[in-house]
């Protein structure tokens, strides 16, 4: 089994529409990431958790929000979508007390989002 | 000017050859440098990551940083055509710890 799992692995929706991404993990990591990809601007930072207490905006935070119900589990909500939210979505994980403090970030499989 | 930079691409090389990927980035305060390989449609993979100045190699992969040229590289020797792929470079901040990406490289290896 994937240890970074994302629901749903695509969507399609209106604008105006409510939708939630979901990211679930097996690694036992505390640090979750939300990422968009956009074709030639890379991976963009939009939320990150380190605990379940914690919650940080990353670059492009606006319009989106998240919410860290467990360690293992991170959602990211689009609460009315435009359809410049269409892009590719990643969960990551990371744990920086593994492997001599790298905090190497691990990527779930993505879901790819068009809002119409 | 980008945090981090690299050549779009595409990159073109021969089977066999060796790819010399580059990447250079803004803040002097990073203190950690990645590269991760992405294929069309999935999920970025990590191949490399490095902390110290100088050369890291891990089979036919070398990374190399010189920090006092804010500039790290990525060597694939003996190119094969699965090596194909966007190759992202990931440098984290000083004083956040957030990984900030280039917005990638994309490597064609023809047979």
């Known amino acids: 089994d994937a240890d970074v799992t994302q629901t749903p692995r695509n969507r399609i929706t209106k604008t105006g529409k409510r939708i939630m991404l979901e990211c679930s993990q097996t690694?036992?990591?505390?640090?979750m990431y939300w990422y968009r990809q956009d074709p030639g601007l890379g991976l963009r930072l939009i939320y990150y958790?380190?605990?379940?207490?914690?919650?940080n905006k990353g670059e492009i935070s606006d319009g989106y929000s998240v919410s860290r119900q467990a360690q293992a589990k991170f959602s990211l909500s689009l609460e009315s979508a435009i359809p410049n939210q269409t892009a590719l979505y990643f969960c990551?994980?990371?744990?920086?007390?593994?492997?001599?403090?790298?905090?190497?970030?691990?990527f779930g499989p993505g879901t790819r989002l068009t809002v119409l | 000017q980008k945090e981090v930079e690299q050549n779009s691409g595409p990159l073109s090389v021969p089977e066999g050859a060796i790819a010399s990927l580059n990447c250079t980035y803004s803040?002097?305060?990073?203190?950690?440098f990645f590269w991760y390989r992405q294929y069309s449609g999935k999920s970025p993979e990590l191949i490399m990551s490095?902390?110290?100045?100088g050369d890291k190699e891990d089979g036919r992969f070398t990374a190399q940083l010189n920090k006092a040229s804010q500039y790290v590289s990525l060597l694939i020797r003996d190119s094969q055509p699965s090596d194909s792929a966007t190759y992202l470079c990931?440098?984290?901040?000083?004083?956040?710890?957030?990984?900030?990406f280039g917005q990638g490289t994309t490597l064609q290896v023809k047979p």
């Open positions: 990551a994980t990371s744990d920086p007390g593994a492997g001599g403090g790298t905090d190497t970030q691990y």
């Open positions: 690694k036992g990591h505390d640090r």
């Open positions: 958790s380190f605990d379940v207490k914690d919650i």
């Open positions: 803040d002097r305060g990073s203190q950690s």
């Open positions: 490095i902390y110290s100045n």
């Open positions: 990931a440098v984290r901040g000083g004083n956040t710890g957030k990984l900030i």
